[in-house]
């Protein structure tokens, strides 16, 4: 019996990791996708790149410190040139407390929206974030997620100047971005898109959807999307492979 | 005549049976790691601030497999071995002995990664460091104490006769 007894062990300790990562990865995995129904919040109008008439929508939500989002913004860009005029992409913002300038970098890319340069922005945040995203916060703590409008920027003296150097860069009026930056307005936007995730369910980054449906990570590369892409203009949309049912919100 | 061959080694088997403890800690960390890289979710870091840096950058991953998976099935084997090993068996502790030293190099690689190229430090990256800087200590001492006991048992006739 003492012989066989470590190899039980073995196969138990195989069993319990197997279930419990299975069941981990489904309790993450769990919500996806969802939908999103008409008439749900969000800022207005929202931060749209490509043509109005685009047939495919995709959306995305996200936190400019987020590397994921960082990969997915330049998978976004791929995307956006192989289709052109026939996709269009909207920017949602969903800065994560975890992320100490999250909500500042969120604050500068809708300033610069304010002076018609948002996706100039966007993109220059995203393409260094690495930079940007080391600066000490000061003091040391972690602004709240769903407050944008509680002192936005006191932790971040460093980054401000940062994305202030952004702004020139994009030729924009500084003295304005800076004021905009914690404008009610700017804190609004962030606010109502926050809004809308919440009500669809979102709660991490980053999230896609394509014409609504919610696109799993797995798909985040552009062959996957290109395939979403295209059955969704010849069509036959087809709902991404996902481990549960679909749940219409 | 005696018999000079021990019964049973008890401190050998505490060694590996926290061995083997510390293995399924590691175990547990990389499944983690691993489940958290293929749902996308970022991690939130407690003690240091560099998670996303590290678990998002080209070093997280081999192709499309996650590096944690690979650190999952490192630490699988060692929990295997380490239980084979308590249980006397003497070739898992050579075996063991082997897988653990892998894992010593690749968390030093992992580790000077860290420090000097993407200058950021994740907290359950450094959790798994310790637990193999851990297991090779305790790899190391049994293999200190193997060879002690060898010696001590083949000098032990002669001290008869």
């Not at chain 1, 100490?100 to 995203?126: I, N, P, S």
């Not at chain 1, 994305?163 to 404008?183: H, I, N, P, S």
């Not at chain 1, 809308?196 to 062959?223: C, E, H, K, Y």
């Not at chain 2, 897988?99 to 420090?115: D, H, I, K, P, R």
Request: proline share 6%; with cysteine; glycine share 8%.
């Amino acid at each position: 019996m003492r012989r066989y007894l470590p190899f039980a062990i073995i196969g138990a300790v195989l069993l319990i990791t197997a279930g419990s990562g299975l069941l981990l990865f489904r309790s993450k995995y769990s919500s996806m996708p969802i939908k999103i129904a008409a008439g749900k919040p969000g800022a207005e109008p929202p931060h749209i790149r490509g043509s109005a008439k685009a047939r495919v929508t995709l959306e995305e939500f996200g936190d400019f410190q987020c590397p994921p989002c960082g990969i997915l913004a330049t998978t976004l860009l791929k995307v956006e040139h192989d289709y052109r005029t026939r996709v269009r992409v909207i920017f949602r913002e969903f800065p994560l407390g975890m992320h100490a300038h999250a909500l500042t970098a969120a604050c500068a890319a809708e300033a610069a929206g304010l002076q018609g340069r948002f996706w100039e922005m966007h993109d220059l945040l995203f393409q260094n974030s690495m930079q940007w995203g080391k600066e000490s916060p000061r003091p040391m703590r972690v602004i709240p997620n769903a407050e944008p409008n509680a002192s936005p920027d006191e932790t971040a003296t460093g980054v401000r100047g940062i994305f202030a150097g952004y702004a020139a860069t994009l030729g924009l009026d500084v003295e304005r971005f800076k004021k905009d930056m914690d404008t009610e307005q700017v804190g609004a936007r962030i606010k109502s898109d926050q809004e809308r995730a919440a009500s669809i369910g979102v709660d991490r980054t980053p999230i896609l959807f394509i014409d609504g449906v919610q696109i799993p990570f797995s798909s985040f590369n552009v062959d996957a999307l290109h395939a979403v892409i295209d059955a969704n203009l010849s069509g036959k949309a087809v709902a991404p492979s996902s481990p549960s049912p679909t749940p219409a919100q | 005549m005696k018999n000079t061959q021990p019964a049973h080694d008890h401190p050998q088997l505490g060694l590996f049976s926290l061995a083997a403890l510390l293995s399924l800690g590691g175990l547990a960390d990389s499944i983690y790691l691993t489940v958290t890289h293929l749902t996308g979710e970022d991690v939130t870091c407690i003690a240091s601030s560099g998670c996303s840096e590290v678990l998002s950058s080209v070093y997280a991953s081999v192709g499309k497999i996650p590096l944690g998976a690979f650190g999952a099935l490192g630490y699988f084997v060692a929990f295997s071995l380490a239980t084979l090993a308590a249980f006397g068996y003497p070739r898992a502790r050579t075996f063991l002995t082997v897988v653990v030293a892998g894992m010593l190099a690749t968390t030093l690689w992992l580790l000077y990664v860290q420090a000097f190229v993407l200058h950021a430090f994740c907290d359950f990256c450094l959790l798994s460091a310790a637990l193999t800087l851990s297991l090779s200590v305790i790899v190391a001492v049994g293999c200190f104490r193997k060879r002690r006991h060898r010696t001590a048992t083949e000098q032990a006739p002669l001290v008869e006769s």
